[in-house]
């Protein structure tokens, strides 16, 4: 018997949108472009139906996470009005 903690938690394209703050055409084009990996669940026959693991979800956003660049020195050939 497995416990609720050894379960795979996933979510569907729905889901992202919330958690993303974007619009489901924008999850799917993500999916889509390989930028999110995502699991096609619906039998061969029927339209895609996506779910995405927590990892994956996590991977993306690490992907994604903006780092503050190091400062750079000003430029010394900036020509300055007097």
Do not use: C
């Not at 619009?23 to 995405?52: D, F």
């Not at 979800?57 to 994604?64: A, N, S, Y």
């Amino acid at each position: 018997m497995t416990s609720p903690d050894d379960e795979m938690k996933t979510y569907r394209p729905q889901d992202l949108t919330e958690i993303l703050h974007l619009r489901p055409t924008q999850i799917y084009r993500l999916i889509q472009n390989g930028e999110l990996a995502a699991v096609n669940v619906s039998s061969g026959t029927r339209r895609a139906r996506y779910i995405v693991t927590e990892e994956e979800l996590r991977d993306f956003l690490q992907r994604r996470t903006v780092r503050k660049a190091n400062p750079t020195r000003p430029n010394p050939y900036v020509r300055r009005w007097r």
